[in-house]
């Protein structure tokens, strides 16, 4: 097993892969934004940017791949890359989870909706020792990432789950410690990597 993971570790950074990595995460991104349009014709103007939260996380890292390719390191996107990857991957697979349980099925759609946004959460840890950001950038992510579950929240701006909107004060409470769960990770990740350079 051992063996094998220089050779995972080399494929995951070759430029090929991380190119068409960025072509599926670019393609689906766009597919994300086209997914919340119905939501974003009723949203206020100051909400827009808050609302379609998987696509921006989608967004996010393909500007780190971008970075990656150029052979820079774009920190702060790294950082909200991170942390909104993971937070929306696993929050999307839970609520169509939920959905299931609560009218029986969820579709083809639906279940597409569980594999992609899994493999968000999970390529958002495969790239660990590749992010650079520090704690400030942590700081800046976190803030924006808070923020973004106030607005939702707070302000009704959350993604259109009809079917379990009455569930809204639970699930905003789930968000939220999920929010800080990926914060954590983040900071975690800083660490591994601090302490990986010191020996």
């Not at 190119?19 to 086209?34: A, D, E, M, Q």
Request: hydrophobic letters at 50%; proline letters at 3%.
């Amino acid at each position: 097993m051992k063996t094998l993971l220089p050779q995972f570790t080399y494929v995951l950074q070759h430029r090929t892969f991380l190119t068409l990595l960025f072509i599926v995460n670019f393609l689906g991104t766009i597919y994300g934004y086209i997914w919340y349009i119905p939501q974003l014709s009723r949203t206020a103007p100051q909400f827009l940017i808050f609302v379609p939260d998987s696509p921006t996380a989608s967004l996010f890292f393909c500007l780190a791949i971008i970075g990656w390719l150029l052979g820079t390191n774009f920190k702060l996107i790294e950082a909200l890359a991170l942390i909104t990857l993971v937070k929306y991957g696993i929050w999307a697979v839970v609520m169509n989870i939920l959905t299931l349980m609560e009218i029986g099925s969820i579709g083809l759609a639906g279940w597409m909706l569980i594999i992609s946004h899994g493999m968000m959460a999970v390529e958002g840890i495969l790239y660990m020792q590749k992010y650079r950001f520090t704690n400030i950038h942590i700081a800046i992510a976190a803030i924006w990432t808070l923020h973004n579950d106030v607005i939702d929240y707070v302000y009704g701006q959350m993604p259109t789950y009809s079917s379990l909107y009455k569930y809204a004060n639970h699930i905003g409470y789930f968000t939220f410690w999920l929010s800080i769960a990926c914060i954590a990770i983040s900071y975690y990740s800083l660490k591994k990597r601090n302490y990986l350079h010191i020996i």
